[in-house]
């Protein structure tokens, strides 16, 4: 399922305190907050601004394991095959913790993900059930950390300090050349079993979670 936003939404992690959000802010940016059931820290969304796909794989598929890091390292090989780069590559070991990783998805590293010299492409959370696992995947078209920044609850110092170190954590979908028309199309296109199956064009709505 590819996901659309229609305005800009601050989506939290499973675990997330809704305190880490500055209300005064987020309401001043026009930003609405949601969660998610998978776990994570947050990613800001906005219009164009990301290519999120959801991928729900039931226990019966053959892409299923009981093993967590095993669907996540499937889903991370079909986001890496539809971008198509050469130096990109999945992480398959154990997350990569880094400051701030706590609070924002893309400052450190998990497995499935997709990284480029270290940096964080695609984000990946995962919500499991007796049904099966719903894996979230995000990639941002251009990687500026400053705007979620923004939105949480710290003092004008560590925001700073913040701000520079995510900004060398990832990177953007542009940085690997890839037009601003790049996605649904393209990771459609490599889908094992392609015919099996069902893609969806969704817009979200903001205001309730994400799931």
Do not use: N
């Not at 940016?29 to 729900?56: C, E, I, K």
């Amino acid at each position: 399922m590819i996901r659309e936003v229609d305005r800009p939404v601050l989506v939290l992690g499973s675990t997330q305190r809704r305190t880490i959000v500055d209300d005064e802010r987020a309401d001043r940016a026009g930003v609405a907050v949601a969660r998610r059931r998978s776990g994570g820290g947050a990613v800001l969304l906005a219009p164009g601004g990301q290519v999120w796909a959801d991928v729900w794989i039931p226990r019966d598929d053959p892409l299923w394991s009981d093993e967590p890091r095993r669907v996540a390292a499937a889903v991370g090989e079909w986001w890496l095959a539809a971008l198509g780069d050469r130096t990109a590559a999945v992480h398959k070991g154990a997350a990569v913790a880094a400051r701030g990783s706590d609070l924002v998805c893309f400052a450190g590293v998990g497995p499935g993900e997709v990284v480029v010299g270290g940096r964080k492409v695609v984000g990946l959370a995962q919500w499991r059930s007796r049904e099966g696992a719903l894996v979230h995947g995000c990639a941002y078209r251009r990687w500026d950390p400053a705007p979620l920044i923004e939105l949480l609850a710290m003092d004008e110092r560590a925001r700073r300090l913040f701000g520079s170190t995510l900004a060398g954590a990832a990177v953007g979908l542009d940085t690997l050349g890839r037009p601003s028309a790049w996605g649904a199309a393209e990771l459609a296109g490599v889908l094992p079993d392609g015919d099996a199956w069902d893609v969806h064009a969704v817009t979200a709505v903001p205001a309730a979670p994400l799931t």
